[in-house]
């Protein structure tokens, strides 16, 4: 009975498709789901960090086009002006935004540039459209996903990709802070009830100016210099650790806050910032430091008189020794600005006092000009006179003249001079091709003296004589170093003298 009933029930059925036009050689109608696809003409897109417009083709770099697709059983759905494909950046949005690129002006802005779109929606045009991806300044990876319903039973296909923006480098490259409003802080007895801590942040950015990734360890080490009175009994505080002079702290998103509690003594507080290019880790050791100075003021009373500035000499500043100075203003509301000119090469100055570098520039008097501009925009100006002592000019491997040995020599390789003869006198000079060089000699056999006249620098002596059947003490192949120096460059060489 079941098989005499299964062949009905075959042939009942077979009828009514027949009927319904299902069978023979009609098509009917299709009931199979869509399937939608996504894809896009770049994955990966270089950082735009001079933030220049979205475009199409090769002078776009920053731009990708995205193509999306949906079918049913192999064929293209059918088409519709717009609301069949609805597209987001559902992970990322700060790396990048939609763009539509289609030259309607609902598109665009009054100027005629395209709108950004988080969301947008398309048409279909057998069973497709296109859009854009423009990348941010933020490296990151963005989710685009786009989606279509089905008429028929109201699902919902979707389908994704991901475009990598950018990639962080995780190697710090710059380090800067700043503190919370009001930007100073009261001195520990001070009578006006002014805080005497402020809440400081610094950042750590990489190569592409992104924020370095969190760390496994310690990666800013944040340091009070001993300048001024200020400096002492000043504090760094911070995750409930013990004040002190010295912290290390690691960074999230490469934020690290710690607060700076004040001394007795009102002034400017210097802070030095301190990362490692090499492994973003200072607790191990800083072997490529990257560092920023900051200055924060510690006032006894807000001030009520006018903001001044008086003309001083900075003093005497040797070239090729490092030097910092911290400029300092009378009166008016800190924090202040600065802008300082006329400054010797190698010497600059930023905008919260801080004068830093190694000087290497013309010795003499230099005449700087300062400005100063308090938290309410009152200016006061000075001139201010510093001495540049010392040698600034270089010399170089070129400019050192020995006979027959090259320029690019290796300091391990010696130059062979002219021999000597032992019982004879002997003298040979060494030169230089610019003015102003000194000499030095060192590791000298005992029967060579040195010295120097004008611009170049001798050796000389008389190598002891054989005393038969025995050689010359003196006999066989000497090696010295010669240096000629110059202001603060320096150039050395090994030579070898051979007595006969």
Not at 437 to 453: D, H, M, Y
Not at 484 to 500: C, D, I, Q, Y
Request: a negative charge; charged letters at 15%; hydrophobic letters at 35%.
């Amino acid at each position: 009975m079941r098989n005499l009933n299964a062949s009905v029930l075959t042939v009942v059925c077979a009828a009514a498709l027949s009927a319904c036009g299902g069978g023979g050689g009609s098509g009917g109608e299709s009931h199979a789901p869509y399937q939608i696809s996504l894809r896009a003409d770049k994955t990966l897109l270089p950082l735009n960090v001079s933030g220049q417009l979205p475009g199409i083709g090769a002078y776009a770099p920053f731009t990708t086009t995205l193509y999306v697709n949906a079918l049913e059983a192999g064929r293209p759905i059918p088409g519709a002006e717009k609301d069949v494909f609805s597209c987001n950046v559902n992970g990322g949005l700060d790396s990048g935004s939609l763009y539509y690129l289609d030259g309607d002006d609902e598109h665009e802005d009054d100027d005629g540039r395209p709108n950004s779109y988080r969301s947008i929606t398309l048409g279909s045009n057998s069973g497709g459209n296109s859009f854009h991806f423009h990348a941010g300044t933020k490296a990151g990876t963005s989710t685009i996903t786009c989606s279509v319903q089905d008429p028929r039973d109201k699902k919902i296909h979707t389908a994704s990709v991901n475009i990598t923006v950018g990639q962080a480098t995780a190697n710090p490259a710059r380090v800067d802070a700043f503190a919370q409003a009001l930007g100073y802080l009261g001195t520990r007895n001070n009578l006006e009830r002014l805080p005497t801590s402020v809440a400081i942040q610094t950042r750590i950015w990489d190569d592409a100016n992104q924020p370095v990734p969190n760390p496994g360890a310690a990666n800013l080490q944040v340091r009070i210099r001993p300048m001024g009175d200020a400096a002492q009994g000043a504090l760094l505080q911070e995750g409930g650790r013990p004040g002190n002079g010295v912290l290390q702290m690691r960074t999230v998103g490469g934020v690290g806050q710690f607060s700076l509690a004040s001394g007795a003594a009102s002034g400017p507080i210097v802070l030095e910032f301190t990362t490692d290019r090499a492994d973003n880790n200072v607790s191990n050791g800083i072997q490529d430091p990257v560092s920023s100075l900051m200055q924060v003021y510690a006032v006894d009373e807000v001030a009520s008189v006018p903001l001044s500035l008086s003309a001083a000499a900075f003093g005497t500043v040797t070239n090729g020794v490092e030097f910092t100075y911290a400029l300092e203003a009378m009166g008016g509301v800190p924090p202040y600005k600065w802008q300082v000119s006329g400054l010797p090469a190698g010497l600059t100055a930023d905008g919260s006092g801080i004068i830093s570098g190694t000087p290497k520039a013309p010795a003499g008097t230099y005449r700087i000009k300062v400005k100063v501009t308090d938290k309410n925009g009152s200016p006061a100006d000075a001139d201010m006179t510093l001495t540049l002592v010392g040698d600034h000019r270089e010399v170089k491997p070129e400019d050192f003249v020995i006979n027959g040995c090259p320029a690019n020599q290796n300091i391990n390789t010696p130059c062979a001079i002219s021999p000597a003869t032992s019982g004879v006198q002997y003298a040979y000079a060494f030169t230089a091709s610019v003015p102003g060089v000194t000499w030095e000699f060192s590791g000298l056999p005992g029967w060579l003296k040195a010295g120097s006249t004008g611009a170049s620098g001798f050796v000389s002596g008389t190598p002891a004589l054989a005393t038969p059947p025995d050689p010359s003490p003196d006999a066989g192949t000497h090696q010295f170093l010669v240096t000629a120096k110059r202001g603060v460059t320096s150039v050395t060489r090994k030579v070898s003298v051979t007595v006969n």
